[in-house]
């Protein structure tokens, strides 16, 4: 059984007291289910609790429950500091969280249910923000649930597909597909595939994807010259020297410095989510980034989420 990690103890312990507060005189065994621990457990966290507070350690700087019930097996809180309300998000972590719903609803767009549960969620939150308009489901939660069935399905019983398509440029076109991989970039949902029109790999956004076909023609394998290694996506990044801590954290395949003291640096990512993400973490110590299409990417995800600031910003609310 995997050992508890600290951070869930400690998100345990700064709920307990809220809960407590809202369910006075419950039992140890309730409030070890209600958190999936043991009753022992429950116990340990609330003398942990009792000499936690505010510095200075006097009887009045720390969180108190009643001594008699706690012998009795049951939880009352007499001092909580503050804790009886429960943690709220701070702005950023709201906004990070608002941009994960609406990806994980584009990931699940065949399922209703999942996604109106995400979309309450995603509406709540945005409210609890005090978003100029909390009933507008903007980007990846647009439905996409017919297309990501019909591939699904192709990929499922490794049938070829037809799609009409919109290019980045607005161009459309019409092609036979052989899908390999459906995956995301951290912002869109991906469908991989072998393209018969061009004879090579490529990759299309399922929000770009107008119509998809299951066709009665089998899925081929078609031999490529790439490598396993080679199949993972590759990134160059030009850091400022601020950004040496970064070459320091992640594995690099080559770092050079030049006569400005700009690293540059490359890497290959497990996936291309991975990459996007990690240029994003650069954020301002980047100075360039090749190829043009992964720094496309992260620079609409960072645009989304500045987009998604702004607008909270504009009417402040519980987070702001």
Do not use: N
């Amino acid at each position: 059984m995997a050992r508890p990690s600290s951070t869930d103890r400690l998100v345990r312990l700064l709920a307990l007291p809220a809960w407590v507060a809202e369910h006075d005189g419950a039992t140890l065994a309730q409030a070890a289910a209600h958190f999936g621990v043991t009753p022992e457990t429950i116990r340990k966290d609330v003398d942990t609790l009792w000499v936690s507070g505010l510095p200075g350690g006097m009887p009045d700087d720390l969180v108190d429950f009643s001594a008699s019930a706690f012998e009795a097996g049951r939880l009352s809180l007499t001092e909580p500091l503050g804790l009886d309300r429960p943690v709220r998000l701070s702005h950023r972590e709201a906004v990070a969280l608002l941009l994960s719903l609406g990806v994980l609803a584009d990931v699940l767009a065949d399922d209703p249910d999942a996604v109106e549960t995400l979309r309450r969620t995603h509406r709540a939150l945005r409210q609890a923000l005090g978003a100029v308009d909390a009933e507008a489901p903007a980007g990846p939660l647009a439905p996409t649930s017919g297309v990501l069935r019909t591939v699904r399905r192709a990929l499922a019983e490794r049938r070829r597909l037809h799609l009409a398509y919109v290019s980045a440029t607005d161009t459309r076109s019409e092609r036979d597909v052989d899908p390999l991989q459906l995956g995301s970039d951290g912002t869109h949902l991906t469908l991989r595939a072998w393209c018969l029109t061009a004879r090579a790999e490529r990759s299309f956004r399922l929000d770009r994807i107008l119509s998809a076909e299951v066709l009665p023609a089998p899925a081929t394998a078609h031999r490529t010259q790439r490598s396993e290694a080679a199949a993972e996506p590759e990134a160059t990044l030009v850091l400022r020297p601020s950004g040496r801590w970064l070459a320091e954290q992640i594995p690099c395949e080559q770092v050079r410095t030049d006569r400005d003291d700009a690293l540059h640096v490359r890497v290959r990512g497990r996936d291309r989510a991975w990459l996007v993400g990690l240029l994003l973490s650069a954020g301002r110590h980047l100075q360039a980034v090749a190829p043009a299409d992964l720094a496309a990417t992260a620079g609409a995800a960072a645009r989304r989420a500045l987009a998604l600031d702004a607008e909270v910003h504009a009417k402040p609310g519980r987070y702001a």
